[in-house]
């Protein structure tokens, strides 16, 4: 899992809620990313961070945003969760660029089901 | 849109064949490509990567293989075990942050 925690791993809340999700890496690695997976659109990229309080949007950036205060920890916030949110979220770390051949690694997951 | 995408959504192989998953992409500017696994209830799995300056790259057990001509990769995977089940993605990098996934291949291994 290349030192990437994940918290919670489950979570079950309602629509319109406010939620966080935390990826704690031990690795020092510079870049860190959120993924979304869901059935029919495989990975995609909601926001991703480049170093400490660098942060950009992905390809589904919008109904999130995240925060990144330290090397090894980037949150992931759902301000008002929605039932199109449902779904698996996955961070993952990069040493360097991926246009530096730098591959990511990711965590477990947390699977979010919004009611 | 994707910049890769994957021939076959599902291959089921017999325990001890070679198995073969192929990837297209479309970026012929691309230099960089990576290969994971993906288990059921797990995160995908760094399994392989090779540049562009490369045809083919070998690790313990799988291989991948490059054709710059007609954008195409695969990934060769020897005497396929039950552990090897799960599904495969090529990637590449679209931007200097960010890194696109083909949907996967599911490969099944028979026993």
């Known amino acids: 899992d290349a030192g990437i925690t994940q918290s919670p791993r489950h979570k079950v809340t309602e629509t319109g809620t406010p939620v966080t999700l935390r990826c704690h890496q031990t690795e020092n690695h510079r870049y860190m990313y959120w993924y979304r997976q869901d059935p029919g659109h495989g990975l995609r990229l909601i926001h991703y961070?480049?170093?400490?309080?660098?942060?950009d949007k992905g390809e589904v950036s919008d109904g999130y945003s995240v925060s990144r205060s330290k090397t090894e920890d980037f949150l992931l916030t759902l301000e008002s969760a929605t039932s199109s949110q449902t779904s698996v979220y996955f961070c993952?770390?990069?040493?360097?660029?991926?246009?530096?051949?730098?591959?990511?690694?990711f965590g477990n997951g947390t699977r979010l089901t919004v009611t | 849109g994707e910049n890769v995408g994957l021939h076959l959504p599902t291959l089921s192989v017999q325990e001890g064949d070679n198995s073969i998953i192929n990837c297209a992409y479309s970026?012929?500017?691309?230099?960089?490509f990576i290969w994971y696994k993906q288990e059921s209830g797990k995160g995908p799995q760094f399994i392989i990567d090779i540049r562009s300056n490369m045809d083919k790259r070998q690790g313990q057990r799988v291989t991948v293989l490059l054709n710059k001509t007609v954008k195409h990769l695969s990934l060769q995977i020897a005497a396929t075990q039950p552990g090897d089940s799960a599904v495969y993605f090529c990637a590449d990098p679209v931007s200097n942050y960010k890194l696109t996934f083909g949907k996967g291949t599911l490969l099944t291994v028979n026993p």
């Open positions: 961070s480049y170093g400490v309080k660098d942060t």
């Open positions: 993952a770390i990069s040493e360097s660029s991926p246009t530096y051949n730098s591959p990511l690694h």
């Open positions: 970026n012929s500017a691309s230099d960089y």
